[in-house]
């Protein structure tokens, strides 16, 4: 099985600042990394797949990078609306696994 | 517009069955895998089974293995999960996902609340 751990669990920052995420793969998953966005009551919603690639109409501010079995996403400077829940999950076998998941607060 | 509506969820007594149901349009069903995921209140996502386009490859995370059964009728572009010896930590919201890769779909989940 493909083990994800994501960290930080929580974060606190300014709005403006730069927010980065890891998530590290137990064995070598290629590039086949999601991230998602999570809003209270809401599906979770794609943003990066296949590690970087960004989904359309998704800001620009968010980006993701890595390959192998470490991860990073960012968020260049973080925005109110981007209050939520971030996930990675991975792809690379028919059993996926998700990242325990990050809550991003603005401080 | 691609679109997955499950149903089936409700109250389920610890140790009974219950089957989920997802009907999916919008795609060309049998040409993708399919999954379950499931979020327990307050918790994180949790992958729970995957079934290929043609249900030759099927896997199961092993908090449900020997419990749940992940199926597929691709006649009627429907997904299922039947899940018995239901117990209290299943309880959660159930989304059905179309392909889980770099192109994929969730469903708005279906609530399964097991509790005496």
């Known amino acids: 099985d493909f083990q994800l751990t994501q960290s930080p669990s929580s974060l606190s920052a300014f709005v403006g600042d730069r927010v980065t995420i890891t998530c590290q793969a137990s064995?070598?998953?290629?590039?086949?990394l999601n991230w998602y966005q999570q809003k209270p009551g809401k599906a979770p919603k794609l943003l990066i797949s296949?590690?970087?690639n960004l989904e359309s109409g998704v800001p620009s501010r968010f980006s993701g990078s890595g390959s192998g079995t470490d991860f990073t996403f960012t968020i260049s400077s973080l925005q109110p609306e981007d209050i939520a829940t971030y996930y990675c999950?991975?792809?690379?076998?028919?059993?996926?696994?998700f990242g325990g998941g990050t809550k991003v607060e603005i401080k | 517009e691609v679109q997955l509506v499950e149903s089936g969820g409700g109250l389920a007594q610890p140790g009974r069955s219950l089957r989920l149901s997802c009907v999916a349009s919008?795609?060309?069903?049998?040409?993708?895998?399919m999954h379950w995921v499931r979020q327990a209140p307050g918790k994180g996502l949790e992958w729970v089974a995957g079934?290929?386009?043609?249900?030759?490859?099927?896997d199961y995370a092993d908090s449900v293995k020997g419990r749940f059964t992940i199926s597929r009728d691709n006649a009627k572009n429907s997904l299922y999960l039947q899940m018995s010896s239901l117990k209290t930590e299943d309880t959660a919201l159930y989304y059905c996902?179309?392909?889980?890769?770099?192109?994929?779909?969730w469903g708005q989940g279906t609530l399964v609340t097991v509790s005496s």
């Open positions: 296949d590690a970087s």
């Open positions: 919008g795609f060309t069903f049998d040409n993708y895998a």
């Open positions: 996902v179309k392909d889980l890769s770099a192109d994929n779909v």
């Open positions: 999950q991975q792809y690379a076998s028919l059993l996926r696994t």
């Open positions: 079934i290929s386009w043609n249900s030759g490859y099927i």
């Open positions: 064995q070598d998953i290629s590039i086949y």
